[in-house]
């Protein structure tokens, strides 16, 4: 059974298009989080989750609007895709704050290329 | 904020051993974690100190001074599958882990 999984893992899009990349974890874990990294492999947080709450939104444009229908699901939407926007989107999990938030659990990724 | 640092790259050759360094600014902190990733792959959890000291799992120790702000993952009798990308990252509050830039590792024969 996959712990983290996302969808699609390649998306291949035009700029302007709106696209969705959905995320579920079955660990039974009460946060989540989305994770870009770019083409230098630097991974960044975007957002994070915590029982459907939002906790963390990082410096990213309102383009990308993230959505917890519940504490199992992370959905990440973005309008209006740009070139700059291509990357590999990980959606990850864990077991909430303090010493247990260390061990996150990532999904296989998503490459967003953007033409 | 915070801010680590690591070397952006690491060669080494079959049966050696390696370590890769990290240095941290943060506060609130919790902790060390290190994780693996092979290219094209998925992050993976390899270990995590709280406290100071060795850590060992298998091939893999992690070490951690806290009042030095300082840790670094040690691999020995290194294989060629072991060859990643390798990222400290650390937990502040209630916040997501903040990553390292990585350190490329490259085994070879």
């Known amino acids: 059974d996959t712990a983290v999984s996302q969808t699609p893992k390649y998306l291949v899009t035009q700029m302007g298009n709106d696209k969705s990349i959905k995320c579920e974890q079955n660990l039974g874990h009460d946060t989540m989080y989305w994770y870009k990294q770019d083409s230098k492999k630097f991974l960044k947080i975007m957002f994070s989750y915590n029982n459907k709450e939002l906790i963390i939104n990082e410096t990213v444009p309102n383009r990308f609007s993230p959505k917890s229908p519940d504490k199992a699901h992370l959905n990440l939407h973005i309008n209006s895709l740009e070139l700059g926007d291509s990357a590999v989107y990980f959606c990850?999990?864990?077991?909430?704050?303090?010493?247990?938030?260390?061990?996150?659990?990532f999904g296989q990724g998503t490459r967003l290329t953007v033409v | 904020g915070q801010s680590l640092e690591q070397p952006s790259e690491v060669t080494a050759v079959e049966g050696a051993i390696v370590q890769i360094n990290c240095t941290y600014q943060t506060s609130g902190f919790y902790g060390l974690s290190w994780y693996q990733q092979h290219d094209g792959g998925a992050p993976t959890f390899l270990s995590y100190n709280a406290l100071d000291g060795l850590e060992e799992t298998g091939r893999f120790s992690s070490f951690l001074s806290r009042s030095d702000s300082y840790g670094y993952l040690l691999l020995q009798e290194l294989q060629m599958k072991d060859s990643a990308s390798y990222f400290c990252a650390v937990l502040e509050g209630r916040r997501a882990l903040t990553f390292g830039s990585g350190t490329r590792l490259q085994v070879q024969p």
């Open positions: 990850a999990s864990s077991q909430g704050s303090g010493s247990l938030g260390t061990e996150a659990f």
